[in-house]
């Protein structure tokens, strides 16, 4: 008995290893089965390993091969951006920690340029500018080491996480010299940073970046070239240019598609217009070396090479930073003047704008967050469609999804 | 049962010569006592030896597992309980038995429990054709191999009834990824034993073994014949899949079936279906070693047994035992020894693999089984029987 399966819209890899030759003309995949089959509900999280927090994708599957997928979302809603409303400016900073978990640096960057965006007049000291680059692309690293080491869980290897976690480590400590926390920093102000760097941190950022350089050539040939994970990610959850535009995807799923776009390039905030200026750094964009473009595969590459440019970003600064004043003229009681500011900026997962409205008061009229996670997320529904239910875990995990984000 | 196949069992048997544990009882044994008495303690000792034999395995591999483990992944493993954590397998093991048993509600409850007793209880008949040493088996069964493979193919059965039972759609999952992965893979195991099998002429493990122990005791089966060692590694990879390690370890795929057909599982029962992966996996590295590297050979067994024989008188009752030489006792020992070295050899790299590897597809280890191994192997036996033919035909006598 032959039964056809519509291929999902855009999403059904073309691997499909399940029958590659029986794709038929009209685009419709058919198999063949023995048996009249029914579909089965999979309830996919909220508690699951794969799912990187409390996401629920629900599943509705035939044996192995998933016929329909919905995420959903709001089980860590915090409501951080009605908090915004209610709070100082300077008291919502720590909330800016807590939506992605996993830079908070740049979240903290994020909030506090567009703050920064509404008051004319306030400049910003160089050195500030350099520290918050500094903490700002370790974070980075950071991040992208969370999100190869579970993409190496999601995909069965658990070497690779320890072996991220043990450079993580090291940034964490780094960050807790300076600021004094590990996860949640608020260490990036409005107008500055807190603290500056403790005596010699500077030098130990460097030894960082130097055994960082080593330890990446172990990450790179530990995943990168394994043959079962070039096997399980090339060619597993493609997106087309032309899709990652639709969705609006950004950041390594904007560029693991092909599209050569990034923020701290094309609209240069801080000093990154500099330092690209400069030739300091480069935008890793996916070539489809493995597979087809925009395969998972093409994801994970291009956040392990953002790594290497994160660390010459950091050189960059190390070799220009001076010292100097760490905080501009911000009054203790922040009264931002009236008016209304997106600043995008580029994290980890992708464009984290933040969008505040002023009255000038002590507290905002509005502060809508733009999480590129929640924007991100949005396309595993149309890339699950048709694949196997071990390709679903692959390509929730290669959307480096944090949940404390799409919730917010 | 034990059982010695060249012992007449009428007359008190030489000792060293068949099976140690029944010739020893059969000697001390008074003329009340009837044979059959005889036989039955020694096959309850023998039991009792399997039980403990694969409780052991089970603790050291944990234990070895975790501490591979941990050293790959640049870490320690356990290092609080005993010296480098040693005795952590007992704190787990009081841990799991004291541990609430839970069965879910929807459960089918009677193969919710017996599933585990299945799984156990097979891998337990497995092992009693498992030889130690030349003298010391629990029974000697001429179709060793096939009996083993038998038994630890029964393993699947209790998965797959631990999947049903369960009530759980990913224990369900995994039970099915295991039935379909062992069915494929029974086949490439079975066909690439059967490579050996053609050059030793033998199910039998201590035959087997025997007839590797020319060259200073290193005349093993992977050197007789070039098509041993493609041969062995369709083997091992089948292994791989047949004790559901990585990466093969589909049925209980953690970051995708939560714990696969484990999850409903805590306490004792879930400790069972551990024991039996570990045991397992001894089982077949010891079958990797019996038929591939030597069984109980090796340079070290070999130069025992050309040791000038001495044996001491141990009275009337039991009569001489031989301490050096061949079939002595220090030949065992050494014998033991050298199989449970080769064993657990296969036991950490099959751990090396698991900790460096990531899991492949459903549909990757369907495609492996069918369109890759089980042809080769194939491949092999004929390359390995027509090389064997070529040898009689052109040097006369086995390779």
Redesign the interface.
């Known amino acids: 008995m032959a039964q056809t399966a519509p291929d999902s819209k855009q999403g059904a890899s073309p691997s499909m290893?399940?029958d590659e030759a029986r794709v038929l003309p009209s685009g419709e995949r058919e198999f063949m089965l023995d048996v009249r089959t029914q579909d089965?509900e999979?309830n996919m999280g909220p508690q699951?390993?794969?799912t990187h927090g409390v996401m629920r994708i629900l599943l509705r599957v035939d044996?192995?091969i998933v016929t329909g997928a919905q995420p959903h979302l709001g089980y860590l809603h915090r409501c951080a951006e009605k908090i915004g409303e209610n709070v100082e400016w300077l008291q919502y900073l720590p909330y800016t920690d807590r939506y992605d978990y996993l830079s908070s640096m740049n979240n903290n960057l994020g909030y506090s340029m567009a703050v920064e965006a509404l008051m004319t007049g306030l400049e910003i000291p160089r050195r500030a500018q350099m520290l918050r680059i500094i903490c700002a692309e370790l974070n980075r690293i950071g991040s992208h080491l969370i999100a190869y080491g579970t993409y190496?869980?999601?995909?069965?290897?658990?070497?690779p996480f320890?072996?991220a976690f043990?450079e993580r480590e090291w940034m964490m400590a780094l960050f807790e010299k300076i600021c004094g926390a590990r996860l949640t920093y608020s260490y990036i102000r409005i107008g500055g940073v807190f603290n500056d760097a403790p005596p010699g941190w500077l030098g130990e950022v460097e030894r960082f970046c130097d055994v960082f350089e080593q330890k990446w050539v172990e990450y790179y040939d530990l995943?990168m070239e394994?043959h079962?994970?070039v096997?399980?990610t090339a060619d597993v959850g493609v997106i087309s240019r032309e899709m990652a535009l639709d969705f609006g995807l950004t950041g390594p799923m904007l560029r693991g598609s092909g599209v050569d776009w990034d923020l701290r390039r094309d609209m240069p905030y801080s000093l990154y217009g500099e330092i690209w200026k400069d030739g300091a750094f480069k935008i890793p964009v996916a070539r489809g070396e493995k597979g087809s473009l925009g395969d998972c595969w093409d994801r994970t590459w291009v956040r392990v090479m953002e790594m290497m440019e994160s660390i010459k970003i950091v050189r960059w600064c190390l070799a220009h930073i001076e010292p100097g004043p760490i905080i501009g003229d911000v009054p203790k009681v922040l009264r931002v003047p009236t008016g209304e500011a997106y600043v995008g900026i580029e994290n980890p997962r992708g464009e984290l704008g933040h969008y505040v409205v002023s009255d000038g008061g002590k507290v905002a009229i509005r502060v809508r967050v733009r999480g590129p996670s929640f924007v991100n997320v949005a396309v595993t529904e149309a890339l699950m469609t048709g694949t196997?239910?071990?390709?679903a875990?692959a390509i929730v995990g290669s959307t480096d999804v944090v949940i404390g984000e799409t919730d917010r | 049962m034990l059982a010695v196949t060249e012992t007449p069992l009428a007359a008190p048997a030489p000792v060293g010569d068949g099976n140690l544990v029944l010739d020893l009882l059969t000697g001390l044994r008074p003329e009340s006592v009837p044979l059959w008495a005889v036989m039955a303690t020694s096959a309850l000792i023998a039991v009792g030896l399997a039980v403990a034999l694969i409780s052991l395995i089970a603790m050291f591999s944990t234990w070895m597992e975790r501490k591979v483990a941990g050293h790959i992944q640049c870490r320690y493993g356990p290092m609080h309980v005993g010296w480098h954590g040693w005795l952590q397998p007992i704190a787990d093991g009081v841990k799991l038995l004291l541990k609430e048993d839970i069965i879910p509600k929807g459960a089918d409850k009677v193969l919710f429990v017996l599933s585990p007793a299945i799984v156990l209880a097979s891998l337990l008949g497995a092992m009693a054709a498992l030889a130690l040493s030349p003298n010391f088996f629990f029974a000697d069964i001429d179709l060793g191999v096939f009996f083993i493979l038998a038994m630890t193919s029964t393993t699947t059965i209790g998965v797959v009834m631990a999947g049903w039972a369960s009530n759980s759609k990913w224990s369900l999952y995994g039970s099915m990824r295991e039935a379909a992965q062992v069915i494929a893979y029974e086949v490439p195991l079975g066909i690439s034993l059967m490579v050996p099998l053609i050059v030793a002429g033998t199910f039998n493990l201590r035959e087997a073994s025997a007839a590797q122990g020319g060259w200073y005791g290193m005349h093993w089966f992977v050197f007789q014949n070039p098509f041993m060692l493609p041969a062995f590694l369709l083997f091992f990879t089948a292994v791989l899949a047949e004790t559901k390690r990585a990466p093969f370890d589909l049925p209980e795929s953690e970051s995708e079936l939560v714990s696969g057909f484990l999850t409903e599982y805590s306490g004792i029962r879930w400790s069972f279906f551990f024991m039996e992966e570990y045991a397992a996996m001894f089982l077949y590295s010891a079958v990797g070693a019996f038929f591939f590297f030597g069984g109980f050979e090796s340079p070290f067994t070999w130069a025992v047994a050309q040791m000038a024989p001495h044996t001491i008188d141990l009275g009337e009752t039991i009569g001489t035992l031989k301490l050096l030489g061949e079939g002595s006792l220090l030949h065992n020992l050494v014998a033991v020894a050298t199989i449970v070295v080769k064993a657990f050899a296969g036991v950490f790299l099959m751990m090396w693999v698991r900790w460096s590897l990531p899991r492949i597809r459903i549909d990757q280890v369907m495609t492996l089984g069918y369109k890759y191994l089980t042809p080769l192997s194939m491949v092999c036996v004929l390359g390995a029987a027509l090389f064997e033919l070529a040898w009689i035909r052109f040097f006369g006598g086995a390779s």
Do not use: C, Q, W
């Open positions: 290893s399940l089965m999979l699951h390993p794969a044996g192995e190496g869980l999601d995909i069965g290897a658990f070497t320890f072996y043990r995943l394994n079962i994970f096997k399980r196997l239910l071990s390709d875990v």
